[in-house]
């Protein structure tokens, strides 16, 4: 059948749901795209905020004597001067993108939802959209991090599949919001296997996905990310918007400084990149302690076996070790535990003698360390199993966050 003129196509609306440090880079390169490519996508990009009161530095290019201190919306602060002056300072934003403090209203009508929040908030936010989204949506995560709920543990894209009743792939890579922001030149990683059901016919030559990404079930219904069969039933995207595939995928993210590598292992893409966190702090701890990078380089390794380890044992159904090479693997390791937040922030909690927690509280000016939750959630769940003594790197991270475990003691743990 005769696909839709050009005219009477309908265009992808995108909504990035998050608008922390990395939900707002992403916004940013991702508006940069949509304007690019007028064919495919609306130009404005929804970027939804969890609203909050912020006051402008009189330092600011942007302060306001006659508001002086006054507090003022963040959405407002957003869409008036484009930057994001509390979570993304001093990075112009494309005029596209649009600030919407109301979640449901930003979510309204998008046919790509990129889901971009520390993960904790992951389950209000579904609760909150269900029902209101289109049902064709589809979704891709950029969370790092699991849920963990009646002794389950599920990765991020997953858990918004199942509540949403939509397909969710997983953006993951060694990235650090700041200097992408910057516009400085890395890699990344998605995982999208494109639903059987939105596959067209292109160039006569079959389907339209690469990398036999397809997950091999022609009828319409739902599949996990592990290939499981679901009893929701997911919708198709309409013939009348453009194929949502690898290639369209590569057209919304990839940019000349964010260069994207399409696969299919969605289970390994997001663990290595919630796990890497867990990692991370060890390497913070070590650093704080004294070691320097030779430590680092041994707890790296350690935490990159511990995460194969975990990913072989619990998700072994579609998990391909040539992921851990990708961006979303020993780039992420590496970057996350020489360079970012967890690794940063856990340093200076030992330097300082103080918690984790204490730090989170004053010294991020809101934003998370997604590494205490994550070993929280991880160590609860092996110990449900009671198999946390083969993970003694994630162990030992759950005992310095706890207070019960000294950093000096870790290379025990490399001793058999
Ligand atoms: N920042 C980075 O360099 C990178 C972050 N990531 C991942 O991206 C995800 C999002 O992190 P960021 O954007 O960096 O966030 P962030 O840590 O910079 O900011 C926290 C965000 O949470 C929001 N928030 C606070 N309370 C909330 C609530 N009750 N409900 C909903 N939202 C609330 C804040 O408004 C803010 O937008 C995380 O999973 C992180 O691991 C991934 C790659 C790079
Ligand atoms: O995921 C990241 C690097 O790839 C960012 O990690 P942090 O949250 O520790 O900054």
């Given at each position: 059948m005769a696909g839709p003129t050009d005219a009477a196509r309908r265009k992808h609306k995108v909504t990035v749901v998050g608008s922390g440090n990395w939900g707002t880079t992403v916004a940013k390169l991702v508006a940069e795209n949509t304007r690019e490519h007028p064919d495919l996508f609306e130009e404005d990009v929804q970027m939804w905020v969890y609203e909050e009161n912020v006051t402008i530095a009189p330092?600011?290019?942007?302060?306001d004597a006659a508001l002086g201190d006054e507090p003022q919306k963040l959405t407002k602060v957003i869409n008036t001067?484009?930057?994001?002056?509390?979570?993304?300072?001093k990075i112009p934003l494309p005029s596209n993108v649009v600030a919407n403090p109301s979640l449901l209203d930003a979510v309204q009508d998008a046919s790509i939802l990129i889901f971009n929040l520390p993960h904790e908030f992951i389950g209000n936010v579904c609760k909150q959209i269900k029902g209101h989204i289109l049902p064709y949506a589809r979704g891709v995560s950029c969370i790092k991090g699991v849920t963990v709920t009646d002794d389950k543990v599920e990765l991020i894209c997953e858990y918004i599949s199942e509540s949403l009743g939509i397909y969710c792939g997983a953006l993951s890579g060694g990235n650090i919001a700041n200097e992408i922001a910057n516009e400085l030149w890395c890699e990344t990683t998605i995982a999208y296997n494109t639903p059987p059901c939105d596959q067209r016919p292109q160039n006569g030559n079959g389907t339209g996905t690469q990398n036999g990404t397809s997950n091999g079930q022609q009828d319409g219904h739902f599949r996990d990310s592990r290939g499981r069969p679901s009893a929701t039933e997911l919708t198709p995207?309409?013939?009348?918007y453009p194929p949502l595939d690898h290639a369209e995928l590569l057209k919304l993210f990839d940019r000349p400084y964010f260069t994207v590598s399409m696969v299919s292992d969605v289970v390994g893409v997001s663990l290595a990149g919630a796990l890497k966190n867990i990692v991370a702090l060890a390497c913070g701890f070590i650093e704080g302690h004294g070691w320097n990078m030779t430590a680092k380089t041994a707890v790296m390794r350690r935490g990159m076996l511990e995460t194969i380890q975990f990913c072989q044992e619990f998700?072994?159904?579609?998990?391909?070790?040539?992921?851990?090479?990708e961006s979303a693997g020993w780039s992420d390791m590496i970057v996350s535990c020489t360079s970012a937040r967890n690794w940063r922030y856990s340093k200076m909690a030992v330097e300082r003698g103080v918690s984790l927690h204490e730090i989170e509280r004053t010294e991020?000016?809101?934003?998370?360390?997604?590494g205490i939750s994550t070993t929280k959630e991880v160590m609860g769940f092996l110990k449900a199993r009671g198999v946390?003594?083969?993970y003694r790197l994630f162990q030992a991270v759950e005992g310095i966050v706890d207070g019960t475990f000294d950093v000096e003691n870790i290379p025990q743990l490399f001793r058999s």
């Open positions: 330092d600011s290019p942007h302060y001067y484009h930057e994001n002056v509390k979570y993304l300072p995207l309409p013939t009348d998700f072994p159904e579609t998990i391909q070790e040539m992921t851990f090479w991020l000016n809101g934003q998370k360390l997604q946390q003594g083969k």
